[in-house]
Nanobody, 121 residues
């Protein structure tokens, strides 16, 4: 079984910062990618940032230069440092991990429970 536990959401004023963290645990052979999606009220879920096992990262255009994703391959943890937050960053943020549980598995997607980020004055 695989578990993803996210933390770090909350309420922050525009221009402020938050740091999200997600720990992956359970029966894991290898992790391909780790990342964050978000879903605002009435909107579709969208990719925020994703980082691959080699360290390459992708970012949504709307967060480039403000958000930084990082991962710890030993602790199976991914973090998202969010700076210069804007009201439009308000959403539920979901941790997403692509991993294999055995050497014979294909890469499968797993999701965390979601954490609320609210940017408001």
């Amino acid at each position: 079984q695989v578990q993803l536990v996210g933390s770090g959401g909350g309420l922050v004023q525009p221009g402020g910062s938050l740091r999200l963290s997600c720990v992956t645990s359970g029966s894991i052979f290898s992790i391909n990618f780790m990342g964050w999606y978000r879903q605002a009220l009435g909107e579709q879920r969208e990719l925020v940032a994703r980082i691959f096992s080699g360290g390459n990262a992708d970012y949504a255009d709307s967060v480039k230069g403000r958000f930084t994703i990082s991962r710890d391959n030993v602790k199976n943890t991914v973090a998202l440092q969010m700076n210069s937050l804007k009201p439009e960053d308000t959403a539920i943020y979901y941790c997403n991990v692509g991993l294999r549980r055995t050497p014979w598995d294909t890469t499968r997607n797993y999701w965390g429970q979601g954490t609320q980020v609210t940017v408001s004055s």
